[in-house]
């Protein structure tokens, strides 16, 4: 079955980084594109970025745009996203899952908190 494990959160202050990592198994990494979401407190989970297989073609929230950025390494089927510049709105626990812009899973993993606070 599709398992989905992210890592990597912690709590920052605005203007910091973080690259959270997500390791996936139970379906062909290399063949899907994937993607990261988040869910702030009160709010419905969002699409955040996208990136497609070999070609690498990727997508951003406009929110995101300029500051994140996608990636994936086929050999380990891991996604990561490294975030720059983050802000206190960048609060929120992050998923991955397949798919470009919307989920190709049912399944979720248990998602990593990012905390930006000073």
């Known amino acids: 079955q599709v398992q989905l494990v992210e890592s990597g959160g912690g709590q920052v202050q605005p203007g910091g980084s973080l690259r959270l990592s997500c390791a996936s198994s139970g379906f062909s990494f290399s063949y899907y594109a994937m993607s990261w979401y988040r869910q702030a407190p009160g709010k419905e989970r969002e699409w955040v970025a996208g990136?497609?297989?070999?070609?690498?073609?990727?997508n951003y929230a406009d929110s995101v745009k300029g500051r994140f950025t996608i990636s994936r390494d086929n050999a380990k089927n891991t996604v990561f996203l490294q975030m720059n510049s983050l802000k206190p709105e960048d609060t929120a626990v992050y998923y991955c899952?397949?798919?470009?812009?919307?989920?190709?899973?049912?399944?979720w993993g248990q998602g990593t908190q990012v905390t930006v606070s000073s």
């Open positions: 990136l497609t297989t070999t070609d690498r073609i990727t």
């Open positions: 899952n397949g798919g470009f812009v919307a989920a190709a899973f049912g399944s």
